[in-house]
């Protein structure tokens, strides 16, 4: 029998295959890893550009907020991609939004808010559908969920070049913007993620007091 043709083993392929068999990362696959999550920073949307994600890289970052840790597991969240023939409406809610709870707004300002519509060429709201009551759940564990999967879809943008930013600003929780986007009482919209090319660069991140964060237990 001819032996099998061997494939050609590409280092990075084989660290990436290391860690899927539960095996640690090693050398540059390790090295980018912690590069992507050290490096990411927030890009506010105003300043996120054409492109966006192709619908492939769309579909990764879904993925990579479905990996999500989640206790039950319940699968708490939900994704609603607003499309590009939607913003108009999204923009009428912002401004309604505005007038109804700041009344002496300017009309600048009113504008401003329906800008926010428009800015990011992906924009992707992000929804919880929270269990009350649930024996093992809490409910802030759902939340938190929710939080995890929205990190690994700004991670997942970063990994990928984009620019990205989870906003939610005064106007979530009220009720219009809460029916538009919910389809059941459970729902509650949290907030947005915006993803696009960022047109500049974000800051480089001011370091975290480790010891303000860290320490042993001594209880
Ligand atoms: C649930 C949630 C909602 C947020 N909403 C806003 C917001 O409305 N406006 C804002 O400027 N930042 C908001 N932020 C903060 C930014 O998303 C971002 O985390 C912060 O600017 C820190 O930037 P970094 O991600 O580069 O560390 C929110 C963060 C979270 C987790």
Known sequence: ???????????????????????????TAREAFFETLFSR??????RLGAPGPSQDELELIIA?????????????WRFLRVP???????????AEEKRLYQPEA???????????????????????????????????EQYISLGAAAAN????????????????????DTPTLQQAFCKKPSERLIGFLSIGTAMRQPKTRVPVTREDHFEDWTG
Do not use: W
């Open 153 to 172: 879809m700004l991670l997942a943008c970063h990994a990928m070049g984009y620019g990205a930013m989870m906003t939610s600003g005064r106007k979530i």
């Open 64 to 76: 990579a907020g479905l990996t999500a840790p989640d206790h039950g597991p319940l699968r708490p």
């Open 106 to 140: 300017t009309e600048a300002e009113v504008e401003a808010e329906r800008a926010r519509a428009f800015n990011a060429p992906t924009l992707i709201a992000l929804l919880v559908d929270i269990t009350e009551n649930h024996p093992k759940v809490p409910v802030h």
């Open 41 to 46: 920073r927030s890009v506010a949307p105003k």
């Open 84 to 94: 590009d023939e939607r913003r108009a409406h999204l923009a009428n809610l912002f």
């Open 1 to 27: 029998m001819a032996a099998k043709a061997q494939k050609p083993v590409n280092d990075d392929n084989a660290e990436l295959s290391a860690l899927i068999n539960g095996e640690p990362l090693t050398g």
